[in-house]
């Protein structure tokens, strides 16, 4: 399965962006949708994810101002990000989680988009 990020790119501050992720695989049956960040010298972290049952959880720093969601017809998940602020700046990652057989899965991860909010 491969994950093809899009979206990123240089923001001012209180700017929106749509982050994009387009699955070479059906995303309809999955355990899992989610944005990652890495922040220079931080590690990853969850920003927001889609689970099996529809509910969605957000990181608490993107709370209202970003938006996890998908389109099962185009494969794709989306980021939709606003007002945002130079905390936000790190390398934006997606990843999908299928489930396997004997209750456990198997995870993909995009290549990373790169989102820098600075005046």
């Known amino acids: 399965v491969q994950l093809q990020a899009s979206g990123g790119g240089l923001v001012q501050p209180g700017g929106s962006l749509r982050l994009s992720c387009a699955a070479s695989?059906?995303?309809?049956?999955?355990?899992?949708l989610g944005w990652y960040r890495r922040a220079p010298g931080k590690q990853r972290v969850l920003v927001a994810g889609i689970r099996s049952g529809g509910s969605t959880n957000y990181a608490d720093s993107v709370k209202g101002r970003f938006t996890i969601s998908r389109d099962n017809v185009k494969n794709t998940v989306y980021l939709q990000m606003n007002a945002l602020k130079p905390e936000d700046t790190a390398v934006y990652y997606c990843n999908v989680q299928y489930y396997s057989p004997g209750s456990s899965y198997t995870e993909y991860w995009g290549q990373g988009t790169q989102v820098t909010v600075s005046s």
């Open positions: 695989r059906s995303i309809f049956s999955i355990k899992s």
